[in-house]
T-cell receptor, first 112, second 112 residues
């Protein structure tokens, strides 16, 4: 019973490098989300996909892009990483647009 | 602007010492208030949803309550395994998960 799976778990990048965080869910959920969590701050929404084929900006989208590859998969791309993007990233999914969230175990990203 | 404030930031209890965690909110109209538990190095895990003032929900040693301005998470006779960070989030009426506002969390430590 995997739920929401994120890869990688840890990543270190140099400023200016690019990378893609992968997320997949096996619960047949319609909606998927990317959050970041920083010390002393609440979870903040980066991008979301209310349903397959749609994506939208959240609270802090600058510096990121997303792709809803199919119903199961939602990826987050950093085109040119900056130290301000050092954070823990969580992918989440929900059956509906307003129902409880199921989170992955996170990706700890450091940008040097 | 929707706001969520959790207090205290950290709480240390002795095993068996009951206490309450507070989540105060200011929103234009509340659709639902969510409680999540987050263990170190893991993603948040759903605990409860409350929709209207006066509503209560229980799970093992936890009971969540809701008023028009705040929610409490009561922990009765806690055990060391209850140690975690507890997050609350509010969803506004007419909004969706894309409009969830999370608090910063309360870190609970229960000593044996």
């Amino acid at each position: 019973n995997a739920g929401v799976t994120q890869t990688p778990k840890f990543q270190v990048l140099k400023t200016g490098q690019s990378m893609t965080l992968q997320c997949a869910q096996d619960m047949n959920h319609n909606s998927m989300y990317w959050y970041r969590q920083d010390p002393g701050m609440g979870l903040r929404l980066i991008y979301y996909s209310a349903s397959e084929g749609t994506t939208d900006k959240g609270e802090v989208p600058n510096g990121y892009n997303v792709s809803r590859l199919n119903k199961r998969e939602f990826s987050l791309r950093l085109e040119s990483a900056a130290p301000s993007q050092t954070s823990v990233y969580f992918c989440a999914s929900s059956a509906g647009a307003d129902t409880k969230l199921f989170f992955g175990s996170g990706t700890q990203l450091s940008v040097l | 602007e929707d706001q969520v404030t959790q207090s205290p930031e950290a709480l240390r209890l002795q095993e068996g010492e009951s206490s309450s965690l507070n989540c105060s909110y200011t929103v234009s109209g509340l659709r639902g208030l969510f409680w999540y538990r987050q263990d170190p190095g893991k993603g948040p895990e759903f605990l409860f949803t409350l929709y209207s003032a006066g509503e209560e929900k229980e799970k093992e040693r936890l009971k969540a309550t809701l008023t028009k301005k705040e929610s409490f998470l009561h922990i009765t006779a806690p055990k060391p395994e209850d140690s975690a960070t507890y997050l609350c989030a509010v969803q506004v009426r007419g909004g969706a998960n894309s409009k969830l506002t999370f608090g910063k969390g309360i870190t609970l430590s229960v000593r044996p």
